[in-house]
């Protein structure tokens, strides 16, 4: 059992940046999971953002390359994604998800508005 909480969102003009966290609280050691992000815009479906494995390997989807930094602090329990230079269509909900064997576990979502 995996419980995933999301926070850090809000509204930010284009070019702006924000922190998302996702803190996680597992019976495994937080440190043995792979992290993900995904971000879902109305009306359309939900994307994988980024990932991270538990020896720190991050990797990401092309739209977000050198804009996004995934990281995680096993210390806290906790993985972030840096959002930078955000443009209006990386507006969206923003998930953490992670998965334990065959079942996965989502956040309740953080929602990033980018508009001037």
């Known amino acids: 059992q995996v419980q995933l909480v999301e926070s850090g969102g809000g509204l930010v003009q284009p070019g702006g940046s924000l922190r998302l966290s996702c803190a996680a609280s597992?019976?495994?050691?937080?440190?043995?999971?792979?992290m993900r992000w995904f971000r879902q815009a109305p009306g359309k479906q939900r994307d994988f953002v980024a990932f991270?494995?538990?020896?720190?390997?991050?990797n990401y989807v092309d739209s977000v390359k050198g804009r996004f930094t995934i990281s995680r602090d096993n210390a806290k329990n906790t993985v972030y994604l840096q959002v930078n230079s955000l443009k209006p269509e990386d507006t969206a909900l923003y998930y953490c998800?992670?998965?334990?064997?065959?079942?996965?576990?989502w956040g309740q979502g953080t929602q990033v508005t980018v508009s001037s």
């Open positions: 597992s019976r495994s050691p937080f440190s043995s999971y792979t």
């Open positions: 991270i494995t538990s020896g720190g390997t991050a």
């Open positions: 998800y992670t998965n334990s064997g065959t079942t996965g576990y």
